[in-house]
């Protein structure tokens, strides 16, 4: 596609329930990334994807969150017993390749409200 | 572990006025550095970065960044903004060599342009 695509947009969940966050990157980019913004604050690392695995999970907040992308394309972000304290906006990210200094594209985010 | 610091968490400024942006960072070795914005309603979009070479990096619309190793420093500056200026502006560093692709963002600055 043209750019980074996520969905929902928003998604707005009772405490307790499981959602599914979904990330479709630019076709050809090997790299995905899951970030999570936090009201005033800038994006946190969460997860990395080189292909189908994932190669650094190490800013999982805790094993209540899951992400997947089994074909190396589309991801997606599991939370399971959502807690208040996961409101946030998820933002996904691709580039062509794996490197340090490579330029991430980012997808406008999708916002997760749990009431 | 590394950090970024955006001092200002908002910024006025009149329309034709210089601006400069702070960004600080912390890191025990060396940084790749990126300055990302972020116009109403849009995603991340990625506006210069600094990897190595020349110290100053300008980018298409005229702003720049000047990478300051003893002073640990990434500012953002431009001339004169224009009211499509408006943006949140984040800085951000990645690890260079460590086979880390986490990008570290800083809680980002609001430049309001005034007309």
């Known amino acids: 596609g043209a750019g980074v695509s996520q969905t929902p947009s928003n998604k707005v969940t009772e405490k307790g329930k499981y959602v599914e966050l979904r990330c479709d990157p630019i076709s050809g980019h090997t790299a995905l990334y899951w970030y999570r913004q936090s009201l005033g604050q800038g994006p946190e690392f969460l997860i990395y994807?080189?292909?189908?695995?994932?190669?650094?999970d190490s800013g999982l907040p805790n094993d209540r969150f899951f992400a997947v992308r089994p074909e190396g394309s589309v991801s997606t972000l599991k939370i399971q017993r959502t807690e208040r304290g996961d409101s946030a906006v998820y933002l996904c990210a691709s580039s062509f390749v794996p490197t340090e200094a490579a330029e991430a594209f980012f997808g406008q985010g999708t916002r997760l409200t749990v009431v | 572990a590394q950090s970024v610091t955006q001092l200002d968490s908002q910024v006025p400024v009149f329309e034709e006025a210089p601006v400069e942006l702070r960004c600080n960072y912390s890191?025990?070795?060396?940084?790749?550095l990126f300055w990302y914005v972020q116009y109403p309603n849009q995603g991340l979009q990625l506006l210069l970065k600094?990897?190595?070479?020349?110290?100053l990096v300008e980018s298409i619309n005229g702003f720049e960044a000047e990478f300051n190793k003893s002073q640990t420093s990434f500012h953002l500056r431009k001339p004169s903004v224009h009211i499509s200026d408006t943006a949140e502006y984040f800085c951000a560093v990645s690890l260079s060599g460590a086979g880390s692709y986490q990008l570290t963002f800083g809680k980002g600055t609001k430049l309001s342009v005034i007309p």
């Open positions: 600094y990897l190595s070479g020349s110290t």
């Open positions: 890191s025990s070795v060396s940084v790749y």
């Open positions: 994807f080189q292909g189908t695995g994932a190669a650094d």
